[in-house]
């Protein structure tokens, strides 16, 4: 079965310092894709990042960026000058043609 | 605007009695999905569409039935079959599944269920 796991349940960061939140998963496919969702306490649930498995390059989106080890079954969510507004569970996810899976959610708290 | 509605934001519904949760979407998406998501524990896939009138059981599908009669609505009954009904649940749609780009998953707000 494949899986997606989180490691981290909580983090925390200071104020315009950088946080890595961990995810690795587990699947014998070669195409897929992986996420990772942003869910504020409003609870709306919004795409943050993601990657295509068949591109080695890592994907960046302004202060968010992904540190993707195919062989490893890694996908690391990289969040630079932290702000107050990320505070938020991240949810890290993997789709294939078949099936989607969500992690277990990191618990982000941004200190000001 | 294009997006995803989900309605109520909030349910409350007493032991024995089915509810239908309501999830439309305007994006022309032929996927659409729905989720659970109780504390701790993830998103957790119940039912999904590819295409009108078909539909998956995913994970957790028992005590649960929905319909795909058309493109931009997917409702979700919860039955008095499901034990431990109360929980977040989202709904999402995404263009169908094909082999080269993405598909990512575009959610609605949520209806929050309580059982009484």
């Known amino acids: 079965a494949q899986t997606v796991t989180q490691s981290q349940p909580e983090m925390s960061v200071q104020e315009a310092e950088t946080v890595t939140l961990s995810c690795t998963y587990d699947t014998s496919e070669n195409n897929y894709y992986l996420f990772w969702y942003k869910q504020p306490p409003s609870r709306q649930m919004i795409l943050v990042i993601r990657q295509e498995a068949y591109k080695q390059q890592n994907a960046t989106e302004n202060r968010f960026s992904v540190n993707f080890q195919k062989a490893a079954k890694s996908f690391s969510l990289k969040i630079s000058d932290s702000q107050l507004g990320d505070t938020a569970m991240y949810f890290c996810a993997f789709m294939t043609r078949s099936d989607m899976r969500f992690g277990a959610g990191t618990r982000l708290t941004v200190k000001p | ?116």
């Not at chain 2, 409702?75 to 094909?98: E, G, I, M």
């Open chain 2, 1 to 116: 605007d294009g997006g995803i509605t989900q309605s109520p934001k909030y349910l409350f519904r007493k032991e024995g009695q089915n509810v239908t949760l309501s999830c439309e979407q305007n994006l022309n998406h032929d996927a659409m999905y729905w989720y659970r998501q109780d504390p701790g524990q993830g998103l957790r896939l119940i039912y999904y569409s590819q295409i009108v009138n078909d539909f998956q059981k995913g994970d957790i599908a028992e005590g649960y039935s929905v319909s795909r009669e058309k493109k931009e609505s997917f409702p979700l009954t919860v039955t008095s079959a499901q034990k431990n009904p109360t929980a977040f649940y989202l709904c999402a749609s995404s263009d169908r599944h094909r082999l080269a780009g993405y598909n990512e998953q575009f959610f609605g707000p949520g209806t929050r269920l309580t059982v009484l």
